[in-house]
């Protein structure tokens, strides 16, 4: 089973709309992080947020994090078509990362 | 330019072939990553190097072998391809261990 799993696997959602994605993980950690993929291309750093915060904003992205629950959530806010990609949560497990499956975003015009 | 490049960017080749896949970066980061994605996996770790003598394996590593040939270099090959190796390969780069992870472009390799 995998460290980070993000939930849920696809989202299609209209332009304007806000979209929320979830990922859960199993082990403690020192931080947490987001990344986007666009079709077929390489993985783009979005946000890292600490084991000692609690939320993070950078733009339309808005990271929660709760260590009690040993789960994050990523929301954009309001959506443009140039947000569909896929978003995958790593967390740190020994000395490296270990990312989800991912969750597709399919934003719609 | 870009901070992390690879070659090739696609490559098909047949099964028992002897492949490599090049990864450079300018970053000047010491820890450098190979990583295979697979549809609905998400990445695997194959590699992994935190300097030029420090080579260690990672998740999947069995099939792969690398080198680093400078801070700059991390080549990743594949001794003798099979089918099962089709995937995208993606090079990245970082500073310190838990920090922001640099990808390069991918290479989209098919094994015959």
């Known amino acids: 089973s995998q460290q980070g799993e993000e939930d849920p696997q696809a989202l299609s959602i209209q332009e304007g709309e806000n979209a929320t994605m979830n990922c859960s993980y199993k082990t403690s950690i020192n931080n947490l992080q987001w990344y986007r993929q666009n079709s077929g291309r390489g993985l783009v750093h979005l946000i890292l947020i600490r084991s000692n915060e609690r939320e993070k904003h950078s733009g339309r992205l808005r990271v929660t994090l709760d260590t009690s629950k040993k789960s994050s959530s990523l929301l954009i806010t309001a959506s443009r078509a140039a947000d569909t990609a896929s978003y995958f949560c790593?967390?740190?497990?020994?000395?490296?990362?270990?990312f989800g499956p991912g969750t597709r975003l399919s934003v719609l015009p | 330019d870009a901070d992390v490049t690879q070659t090739p960017r696609n490559r098909i080749t047949k099964t028992g072939k002897r492949i490599m896949l090049e990864c450079s970066q300018t970053?000047?980061?010491?820890?450098m990553y190979w990583y295979r994605q697979d549809p609905g996996l998400g990445l695997r770790l194959i590699y992994y190097s935190f300097d030029v003598k420090d080579i260690n394996k990672g998740e999947i590593s069995d099939g792969y072998s690398v080198s680093r040939q400078a801070q700059a270099k991390f080549s990743l090959s594949l001794e003798s391809a099979i089918p099962n190796q089709t995937a995208l390969y993606f090079c990245?780069?970082?500073?310190?261990?838990?920090?922001?992870?640099?990808f390069g472009p991918g290479t989209r390799l098919t094994v015959l």
């Open positions: 790593a967390t740190a497990l020994g000395q490296n990362f270990v």
């Open positions: 990245a780069t970082s500073d310190f261990i838990g920090n922001e992870q640099f």
């Open positions: 970053k000047g980061h010491d820890r």
